[in-house]
């Protein structure tokens, strides 16, 4: 999977907000540089998040961005899917909606399950629990696993003679 740079930031800047004092509204260019996100790119997002309710505006000098929810009930998968879109799609199709035919059959189970596993990591992980520096169990076991932290060689394979 990969995560683009509008996700990234995306939810980096609603962590900043999160992390607000009293949910006071937030200056656009203190996230940027809190974040260090291209302020002109951070706009365009901020403006995604509000066309999907999770922000509110104020302009002025009093002004500024706050979350419209409370960090605790918006989670990862939330802000990624405000700025992107589904989780998990195959060519523009939800996974279900894909036809494989023979060898490849059983593909469109393994981008359910793909999915599935998405959702139970970015939808278990709260605004606020990381913006209070904590993560579920569900998440801290999968990093306990030593593989979690290996990063694989692409396009590498042993060649058999």
Do not use: C
Not at 33 to 57: N, V, Y
Not at 74 to 82: E, F, T
Not at 92 to 118: F, H, M
């Amino acid at each position: 999977m990969r995560i683009s740079a509008k996700a990234d930031y995306a939810v980096r800047a609603a962590l900043e907000l999160a992390a607000a004092p009293d949910g006071k509204p937030v200056k656009g260019t203190r996230i940027a540089e809190a974040q260090e996100i291209p302020l002109q790119f951070l706009e365009h997002i901020l403006l995604d998040l509000k066309r999907a309710g999770m922000i509110r505006t104020k302009r002025g000098a009093n002004g500024g961005y706050w979350l419209a929810e409370d960090p605790a009930e918006v989670s990862v998968a939330d802000v990624i899917r405000a700025v992107e879109g589904p989780l998990a799609n195959i060519q523009d199709l939800p996974p279900e909606e894909t036809r494989y035919e023979g060898a490849a059959e059983r593909l469109r189970d393994v981008w359910i399950a793909v999915r599935q596993n998405l959702r139970d990591v970015l939808e278990s992980v709260s605004l606020e629990q990381l913006a209070a520096r904590r993560l579920p169990e569900t998440v801290t076991s999968l990093l306990d696993e030593p593989e979690a932290w290996v990063a694989r060689e692409t396009g590498t394979h042993d060649v058999v003679p």
